[in-house]
Structure formats: C-alpha cells, structure tokens
C-alpha cells in the first residue's frame, strides 16, 4: 500500500466511525436511554446489537471513504462532505431538538410545523455546500473534529446511563398471552378497561341512538362516577387494587406494594386459587409477579427485530431535517419499518379468503395442540367480523375482537378473572364508527364516532361470552379509567341534569371532564333493559365491589357500587396532574392537585380544590 494511500486512512476511518456511531450507536441509545420504560428490555441486552449494526455502517463506509481517487479531490469532499454530515446529524439530534409530539400514531401537523424546516433546512443546505465546495478546511481538521464529536456523544450517553431509573419488574417479566381467552366454565369475572371514555359521550351515544343502550342488557350505568387520575399512569393501579398514589414515594415502588395488598383484586383472587390474567395496553401500569397475577413468565434476553427497527426509525426521525422527517414517519407507518417489517396478523387478515381460511386452520391447530377443544362459530362471520378486516391495520381493539372471537372458549374449571385493556376512544382517531380506517382531527364528533365503534366492539365481545357461555354467571364491567385530559371534546349534559358546566372554579371544566369515566357494571344473573344510577360511584369502588359480589371482606378505601345510596351525600376524590409523554420515565407523578366532588360529578359546582398538593418525595 503506497504512503498515498496509508495517510487517507485515519481521516476516512474516523469520518466513518463518526458517522456510523451517531446513527448506528449514540442516537438509538440516546432515544432508548430517554425513554427507557416505553421498552420491554434492558440497554445492556440492545447495546450489542447496536454496536453491531455500527460495526456493519463502519465496515461500508470506511473502505469507501479511503479508497476514493485523489482526482478532482473526490477523496477530501466526500472525507469532508461525511464530516459535515457527523456534524449536522449530532446538531439535529441533540440542540435543533423540535417537538412533533408523542409519536404512538398521533397524527402531526406538518403546516404548522413548517418553521422548524425553514431553519434547519438553510442550514444543512449552507454546510454541506461549503463542505462539498471547499473542503480543505474540514479535511485538514478532519481527526480533531471527528474525535470531540465522538467523545461529545460519548459522554452524554454514559451520563444518561449512569441517570437510569431502578429497572421496573416489566422488564425481569412478561405476559403470557397464551390462555388470554380461556374462560371458566363456572365463574368469571370481568373488566375491559376502554382507555379515555368520557362518561357523558356514553350518554350522548345511547340518547342519539338508542340500540346502543341495548348492547349493555342486565348492565347498570353509574352516570355519576368520579375517577381518581387524569390518566392511565395513575387511574389504572387505583382501579386494580383500590389504593391511591399520592407521590410519596416512587410509583413503581407504591406498585409493588399496592398490587400485594389487602384491597388488591389480582392479588387476593390468585391467593384463593383465581387464574388471574392481566393484558395491560401500558406495562408501567402492573406489577409484574408471578405471586400477583397468573399469565406472567420470565422474559426472553432478547430484542424483536420490529422494535429495533422501529428505534432506527425514531433515530433518523430525529437526527434528520424537518422536511426529510415527514417521509421517515409516513403518517406512523415508518421508513425502515414498511421496507423491513409487515404485521402479519394484518396481512393475513386484509388477504384473500385462501388466507383467511389458513390462519383459522392455524388456530384450530394451536388449540387441538393445547387439548382445547376448537371453537370458531359460523356465528362470528355474523358477528361483523368480515368488515373489521379493513381496520386491524390501524386499530388494536380491534385485532383483538379477531382473536377473542376464534380463538375463546369456556374450557377453565376453576374461577377467572381477566383484566383487558383496550385503546378505546383515544387519540389518534384512525378508525370511523364503521371500522373504516381515517385521519381525523381531535373533536367531540370524532370522538362520538370513534366510541360509537368501540362499541361495536364491546357488542361482539359480549355476544361471544354469550356464546361460549360465559355471560351469563359472570360478573363484568365496562369501564373508562379516566375521562379525556386533553381538551378539545367538551361536556354534554343530557336534558333535566343541571345547568351548564362553567360555573364552578376558573379552570374546572378541564379536569372535570378528565374525572367522568364510563362505569357500566352486570351481575351474575342481571337481565332487563340497561339500568341508570346516578349514586355517587367512584372508580376506587371497583375493587370493593368485586370483593362483596364475590362475598369476600370488602378492603380498601371504596365501597360497593350496589351498596351505595343514591340519595345520601358522599364526598369523593380525585388527584389532577398535567400530564406529559415524557412523564412515562419519571419515578413520580407530576404534582397531584386534590379536589373533592361533592354532588352530581358532571356539574362544575360540584368540584372544589382542597389546596392540598402532593409533591414527588413529599
């Protein structure tokens, strides 16, 4: 190798690895070290194969980069052209820092967003000319630069590793979704958690159109129930276990003991020999234990292609220009993820009836595997299963609907609970009130429309426990965990409620509306048209209601929905926080502001701060 050559070696391999570290390594580890818990595995599991996609870019570029001719000094522009590129990837990724929002499915509003590309772009358009134009000067100072940007990011990176939060039992542990339709054949007892649903869009729903109220035959609907959160985070443990957080302590720390105590329904059923599955929408929200709850095994030191792919999308997403941005995220279908990854279920599922017909075979198969015995009804067919097809690209729930309806049956002998948490009305709003995939804006009609569609949903759910025969005996809600936080739909009271909801507290409407959650329960036996009960109910009574119609002590700080007197004055609570995505990696809440609800929860008289607030670590 002549000296010409050996001396382009140190400015290529260092370019290269500039290159291939912030894009292969720093960025991927930066987004994951920031958002740890939205991930089911552990750095140290994902930090090798990082490093060996690094290695891969490292491998591709260097030999190019040093084996380019000196002529028309191709070898110094693309050296200084790749520098440039290092640079103006860390200066994306790490100070032009635009926020898009969360980025779960949330449609975003590029027009308004156009600014942040009429100054990033100029900028990445002037650097790399310069650098293609006139690359002595970078050439020159190709090494020095390469290596401060090289231990910039390294340094940032081992400082948020050392900053990670104690690792949470979700990821020692995992679901076991394999008897998530297995009822019992005696005693089940239910609740399908509809994420978001605003009790008065319920109310809205069944007054417009009656056959809704229909569905929900033998259910009572507590009109008036407070929940105890503003969201998911907080509302879904008090539901579980009837124990309010109140930030004194780390919320993951309040899990462990919450889901191991005296008021907590997964714990004291699986004690007396209840199968209890949970399938959480949001990990952080269980604790995860094999003493706790029974679908739960150790999880796999592994890493699902589809999430690293996804995190490569997340990290071109943020290290590249605004306008380049949009084609990344391709309204939430993702660059790397369509070229790489297809959902299977999806494909299958929107194929010709050939394929149809294979995945039934399938699960027929799988069940005559586990000795189960094979349950797909031609009454599913009737059920509209044909026309979700088009909709489980875009909509969990309704995935789900599909595999409930061929895959459960009643096969347990012993008792079940089974705990179901579904997107329900939230944004985004990619699904109509007929299962046709959208693009809709946030408002109250959207939103009607999106919950009329959950409905539907429910409907199938609760037709194929009937069919199965685990409708009749078992007891089942259907619930919110928290009303809508974020603005944008409004309240509307029905017809001889009360006067408008503006005249309490400056500001109560918001966390008003997010404290109405759905609360429709059914009892073994109940039947008859739906029944409406505006007894002050509140969230924290689910657990005790369990316990009572089950004839178990009834613990916590709840009491039975069917117990309380709708006439007698009751005072309940509930703890607002502003919440932020970003709130998912913090060890507390934000600052929980208490109200107490005295009256009719859908009226803002009845709504009045305490003046207590409940700081993290107070």
Known sequence: MSQRVKAKWPSAILTALLLSCTLGL??????????????????????????????????????????????????QRAVAVGLALGFLFWLQGNILLWQ????????????????????DTPLWVVVLALAGWRPGFLYRQAKRIALMLLAV??????????????????????????????????????????DSFQSDVFQEIIDQEPAFAEIFAGFTYFRNTTGGFPSTYGAIPLLLTGETYTNAEPIQHFLAQAYRSGSS?????????????????????????????????E?????????????????????????????????????????????????????EEEEWGKLEERVRARRRQRRHFPHISPKTRRLGLDRLRRSLPVNSDSRFVVSFLMQAAAVTDGNVFKFFHWRGPHEPIQMDGEFRPVAR??????????????????????????????????????????????????????AGLGTASGQGEPGIDRVLRSGIPLLLVKRPGDAGALRVSDAPAAMVDVSATVFAELGLDARG?????????????RQRRFLHYSWQHSAWMNPYLPPLVEYRIRGHAWLAPSWQATGNVFRPGR
């Open 26 to 75: 720093f960025g991927p580890a930066q987004i994951f070290l920031t958002n740890a818990l939205e991930f089911q595995f552990d750095f140290l599991i994902l930090l090798p194969l990082l490093a060996g996609v690094s290695l891969c870019l490292f491998l591709a570029l260097a030999p190019a980069l040093a084996l380019l001719p000196e002529r028309f000094r191709l070898h």
């Open 100 to 119: 898009y929002g969360p980025l779960g499915g949330q449609a975003i509003d590029w027009g308004g967003k156009r600014l942040h590309g009429l100054i």
């Open 153 to 194: 990011q390294l340094l940032s990176t081992g400082t948020t590793l050392l900053r990670q939060p104690e690792t949470p039992s979700f990821k020692r542990y995992q679901i076991n979704h394999v008897m998530d339709f297995d009822f019992s054949s005696r005693r089940n007892v239910i609740l399908l958690v509809l």
């Open 265 to 297: 329904i997964p714990f004291q059923l699986f004690r007396r020999d209840w199968r209890v599955d949970l399938v959480p929408a949001v990990q952080n929200t269980i604790f995860y234990d094999p003493g706790v709850f029974s679908n739960i095994k």
């Open 299 to 351: 999880r796999r030191p592994t890493v699902r292609t589809a999430r690293l792919v996804w995190l490569y999308d997340l990290t071109l997403f943020r290290y590249l220009p605004h306008f380049v941005k949009r084609e990344v995220h391709h309204g939430g279908r993702w660059f790397l993820s369509r070229l790489i990854h297809k959902d299977l279920l999806a494909t299958l599922l929107g194929g």
């Open 441 to 494: 804006p946030l408002n109250r009609a959207n939103i009607v429309d999106l919950a009329r569609a959950e409905l539907r949903l429910v409907r199938m759910f609760l037709d194929g426990l009937r069919e199965i025969g685990a409708y009749e005996q078992a007891l089942i809600f259907v619930l919110g965990d928290h009303g809508h936080p974020w603005g944008g739909i409004g309240l509307r009271l029905p």
């Open 557 to 569: 700080e709840g009491q039975p929905l069917f117990a309380i007197d709708p006439d007698l004055p």
